[in-house]
């Protein structure tokens, strides 16, 4: 369902917005966690939507959710990025940043927020939202990603 969902999306927004889309995945195979992040982030991707469908045996839980990552206090106190002189290519030194992988989302928290609440807004009017429909929490395949970062869970098949 969720790749029937994601090959749609991508259709509308390359029509729409003409914008490149580019699928961790275009058949019915799981893809690693971590590798869907390092897809994003190695192609320099400017945002990345995860897009899940959820399931609950309970009957009030229902609609769809956006959520950003969210991160302990201490892990952001000691995200700050160390940056190191390297040599360069063709000689001199140059400055290249070190980001902990699992803490490359932070930076971009703020942004991730704006972009869940516009993911939210756009789809208020067609689908039916949960009561709380953006949710910060600590996702793996949010937290590696080094730009504003979303994951869709689209809602709950019966």
């Not at 580019?22 to 939507?49: E, G």
């Not at 001199?92 to 704006?114: F, M, Y």
């Not at 929490?137 to 937290?143: K, M, Q, T």
């Given at each position: 369902?969720?790749?029937?969902?994601?090959?749609?999306?991508?259709?509308?927004?390359?029509?729409?917005?003409?914008?490149?889309?580019?699928?961790?995945?275009?058949?019915?195979?799981?893809?690693?966690?971590?590798?869907?992040?390092?897809?994003?982030?190695?192609?320099?991707?400017?945002?990345?939507?995860?897009?899940?469908?959820?399931?609950?045996?309970?009957?009030?839980?229902?609609?769809?959710?956006?959520?950003?990552?969210?991160?302990?206090?201490?892990?952001?106190?000691?995200?700050?990025?160390?940056?190191?002189?390297?040599?360069?290519?063709?000689?001199?030194?140059?400055?290249?940043?070190?980001?902990?992988?699992?803490?490359?989302?932070?930076?971009?928290?703020?942004?991730?927020?704006?972009?869940?609440?516009?993911?939210?807004?756009?789809?208020?009017?067609?689908?039916?939202?949960?009561p709380k429909p953006?949710?910060?929490?600590?996702?793996?395949?949010?937290?590696?990603?080094?730009?504003?970062?979303?994951?869709?869970?689209?809602?709950?098949?019966?």
């Amino acid at each position: 369902m969720t790749l029937a969902v994601a090959r749609r999306l991508k259709g509308a927004v390359e029509a729409r917005l003409g914008l490149r889309v580019l699928m961790t995945r275009d058949d019915d195979r799981s893809v690693p966690v971590s590798d869907r992040t390092a897809i994003a982030n190695n192609s320099k991707a400017d945002m990345f939507i995860s897009l899940h469908a959820n399931a609950s045996f309970r009957d009030a839980v229902s609609g769809t959710t956006v959520s950003v990552a969210a991160f302990d206090p201490e892990q952001v106190i000691s995200s700050k990025v160390a940056s190191e002189r390297l040599p360069a290519l063709g000689g001199g030194l140059r400055d290249i940043e070190l980001v902990p992988w699992n803490l490359a989302q932070i930076r971009h928290k703020d942004q991730s927020d704006v972009f869940a609440n516009l993911v939210v807004d756009a789809l208020k009017d067609h689908v039916p939202l949960a009561p709380k429909p953006v949710e910060h929490a600590p996702l793996r395949v949010l937290e590696s990603a080094n730009m504003p970062a979303v994951l869709v869970e689209v809602g709950y098949p019966e």
